[in-house]
C-alpha cells in the first residue's frame, strides 16, 4: 500500500482520504485506532478491574452471576447487560442468542447437529450454540 502524508499549515480542520479495495480486519482496526474508537471492554478478574482488548474476546455470555467474558486464558464478569455490549462491540462479533455473543475470528469450526442446529466450536474449544432465529445471521456473515 502506498501512502502519502502532505502538512498543510494553513488547513482549516486536519482530515484524511484512504482509498482501497476492501475493508481489512487490519485496516477497521487501523481507522478506530485514529478515530479513538474504544476498543476494550471493562472485566472484573480477581478483584480488579482489567482492560480486555475486543480482539482476545472468544464470547461474552450471560450467566446466572450476570455477564461472563471469555479470552483464550481467562474468564473476567462485566456488570453491564449483554443487550448494551451488543452495541458497543465491533463488526468482528456475532449474536449466537440472546445470551451469547461470540468473535468470528476465533471460530475453529461449526459443528452441525442431528437436530438442525449448529454449534459453533471456538479455538479455545468453547461450544457456543446458535439459536434458530440467528442462523440466517450466521451464514450471511460467515458468506455461506
Known sequence: MKINCHVDSSLGEEHGEIWVRQITPELTNLLNYLNGHKQVLWGYADGEL?????????????SSQGVDITTSSHHYKC???ISILKNELNEDFIEASQSAIF???????????DNG??????KNHQRIPISRRKV???KERLDI
Open 50 to 62: 482489567k482492560p480486555i482488548n475486543y480482539q482476545d474476546i472468544f464470547a461474552i455470555q450471560t
Open 79 to 81: 456488570h453491564k447487560r
Open 103 to 113: 468473535n468470528f475470528r476465533h471460530i475453529d469450526h461449526l459443528e452441525l447437529l
Open 117 to 122: 442446529m449448529i454449534d459453533v466450536i471456538l
Open 136 to 138: 440466517k445471521n450466521l
